[in-house]
């Protein structure tokens, strides 16, 4: 039999492809034939502080992992799905080794040469592999996030990720848009005005 016994099996996940404001993040993982990571599972499901300890321990075990990224600027030119696509293909690029088969989260596939993709609906709870990217993409960006809180202290990123929750539409209406929101994001292109009315007729 040619049958591998043992095939290496990568995980691919995205975070942050529903929210207002800040890049969307891809993880992907392989992870070892033997592992141990009780608790495992879709990165929603999981209390952040649980995430954490999940994540300090899938980086220790994994064979191999990678974050790729999609800017805010990128999601408005190419759309959110192909934002999210080319995330993916950003995070495959990083992993030190060839995976046999990649499974992704979700109905739509990233472009990605030589090896076997599989689409699997709500795999981040079904697949090992892809609950993993979950957890990495996730604490990834929940991290990121902080960090623009600071930059950006106005619109409590710390608090909702980026999410459409109702402090940030509050905060979106008094403060308007910063640089990192997304233009074409319904409850923020509402807000851009159109500095063209501003252009007075010459005499």
């Known amino acids: 039999m040619n049958e591998k016994i043992h095939q290496i099996i990568a995980g691919i996940d995205e975070a942050g492809r529903g929210c207002l404001a800040g890049p969307v993040v891809a993880a992907s993982v392989i992870l070892p034939p033997n592992y141990s990571l009780p608790g495992l599972r879709d990165s929603k499901k999981i209390s952040s502080k649980k995430r954490y300890v ?12 990678g974050i790729g990224m999609a800017t805010p600027k990128e999601i408005d030119v190419l759309n959110i799905l192909r934002a999210s696509l080319l995330a993916m293909e950003r995070s495959f690029s990083r992993l030190s080794i060839k995976p046999d088969i990649v499974y992704v989260d979700g109905i739509y596939a990233p472009n990605l040469k030589d ?18 990217a979950s957890i990495l993409a996730k604490t990834f960006r929940d991290r990121l996030m902080h960090e623009m809180d600071k930059k950006y202290p106005d619109y409590g990123f710390k608090n909702h990720k980026g999410y459409a929750t109702r402090l940030h539409l509050e905060r979106l209406k008094i403060m308007g848009p910063c640089k990192i929101h997304r233009k074409t994001f319904k409850g923020v292109k509402e807000l851009f005005w159109d500095k063209s009315c501003l252009i007075e007729k010459a005499d």
């Open 54 to 65: 999940l994540e300090t321990q899938i980086k220790e075990v994994a064979i191999s992992w």
């Open 115 to 132: 090896v076997e993709v599989v689409c699997v609906k709500k795999g981040d709870d079904k697949i090992p592999q892809i609950s993993a």
